[in-house]
């Protein structure tokens, strides 16, 4: 049996290395400009609120393998997400990350999430108050970037769920005034941002589940996106990388296809008329399947013409190591839920879905020509809400299955997940059910 002192020297060290992240350069960074290049290192910035409490605990109980797969988890490169604060306050937050990434000989993924009217009102809701509000806040991040190296990710879902797709009362918002001022407040950002020498910005791609090809195509063009360094796609969600690489190179494609004037201007602008994920001379097809895709490759080989894709794009992996939620289990005994039921767990499985894993880790070394890089921008283990039928997420039978210990009361049941058979943290909380869940499962492995 392991001595008390020898766990006490295993908690020292693992807690002692998650708070001190910083070290010399390892490998060789990107170079001047831009362009991630292969052997790019990313920043590790110091580990998630919570995280640091969850080690101790898990050593506590003796649970040394958790521990250190939570702590290899908070040693892995991830984004530092930019949600709020000040101006002063997110100079601050910045100009420390630059610093930070300078000691490593790394470079900082930074997430600027904090436009006005963000998540439709929905779990993330918040962002600056107005249009003008925000270009200040914004200017404080390109000031604290300066001209060093950074990576930005710019709003995730404000391409993917414009104003329009909120489903607003109209006699409460303007929604083509609210839509129109998200395309002025993204420009604005993006030129901002990208003034910077070495700050590369990606734009909200939504994922391979959501937006149609030619929908996102579209928006990106309107929301500037040629004035970037590309988009990003799965950002806070499950979907495998293979589903996301296919869907953004058609992405790519589709922004090709409707810019080039060499071909015919009947299409420029017409992003529409790209085949999507969805597309089938034969009839809709499985969006969960791949194999069923083949269609839309058939489509831009015979129409893409002598247009180029040259737009890139980066891939969120941070929790697509096992794929998305497939919610038809719980139809299944024990659970024996019913259609109704699995169909709105299966519309919120992007809620802290059970079962899933870390994914690839960052790495600018994709083997694919549009691919810039696989990151995780998303900070694992941190709960997307509280993921509740209060919500809209979860629905659940308690007469068909229960366990003791769940909620009783129609109020309480309201607030509980039962996937998780927990009332799930607000959003941004740290869930340490979810966090060892996404270490045991990741693929590859964390640990050898």
């Not at 609120?49 to 506590?60: D, H, P």
């Not at 802290?352 to 990151?375: C, E, F, H, K, W």
Request: hydrophobic share 40%.
């Amino acid at each position: 049996m392991d001595s008390p002192f020898l766990k006490r020297n295993i908690y020292r060290t693992t807690v002692l290395t998650l708070l001190t992240l910083a070290g010399p350069a390892m490998a060789q960074t990107a170079g001047a400009g831009k362009t991630l290049a292969p052997g790019t290192r990313f920043y590790v910035p110091p580990p998630a609120s919570g995280s640091a409490q969850q080690v101790f605990s898990l050593l506590v109980k003796g649970n040394f393998k958790g521990a250190e797969l939570i702590s290899a988890m908070e040693l892995t490169p991830q984004a530092v997400w930019l949600a709020s604060g000040t101006p002063a306050q997110v100079l601050a937050t910045v100009t420390q990350t630059m610093q930070g990434a300078a000691r490593q000989g790394t470079i900082p993924l930074f997430v600027v999430y904090n436009i006005p009217g963000r998540d439709c009102g929905s779990y993330s809701a918040g962002g600056a108050q107005t249009t003008a509000d925000y270009q200040t806040w914004i200017n404080a991040v390109a000031q604290g970037i300066g001209s060093g190296k950074a990576v930005i990710a710019l709003e995730p879902d404000a391409v993917a769920n414009l104003p329009s797709d909120c489903g607003y009362d109209p006699a409460v918002v303007n929604i083509p005034q609210a839509t129109a001022d998200r395309y002025t407040q993204l420009k604005s950002a993006l030129t901002t941002l990208e003034a910077g020498a070495g700050t590369s910005v990606y734009m909200d791609g939504g994922n391979s589940a959501w937006q149609a090809v030619g929908t996102i195509a579209g928006r990106l063009v309107t929301a500037g996106v040629q004035q970037a360094q590309g988009y990003f796609s799965n950002v806070s969600n499950y979907r495998e990388s293979n589903y996301e690489a296919k869907f953004d190179t058609w992405v790519s494609q589709c922004i090709a296809f409707g810019t080039s004037s060499a071909d015919g201007g009947w299409r420029l602008g017409n992003f529409s008329y790209c085949a999507s994920q969805y597309y089938s001379p034969l009839g809709p097809v499985n969006a969960n399947d791949i194999t069923t895709w083949v269609y839309t490759d058939q489509w831009f080989t015979q129409n893409l013409g002598t247009a180029t894709p040259t737009m890139h794009f980066l891939i969120d992996t941070s929790r697509n190591g096992q794929g998305p939620l497939t919610a038809a289990v719980y139809g299944n005994t024990p659970y024996d839920q019913s259609a109704s039921v699995v169909s709105t767990i299966s519309n919120g499985s992007w809620c802290n879905p059970p079962g899933r894993g870390l994914g690839t880790r960052p790495t600018a070394n994709t083997g694919v020509s549009l691919l810039d890089a696989y990151l995780w921008v998303k900070t694992p283990g941190q709960s997307d809400g509280m993921c509740d039928a209060a919500g809209g997420v979860r629905a659940w039978d308690y007469t068909a299955y229960t366990q003791p210990g769940w909620p009783t009361t129609a109020a309480a049941q309201t607030l509980f997940d039962p996937l998780w058979g927990v009332n799930d943290p607000v959003a941004g909380g740290w869930f340490t059910q979810q966090a060892l869940d996404l270490a045991r499962n990741a693929n590859p492995s964390l640990l050898p």
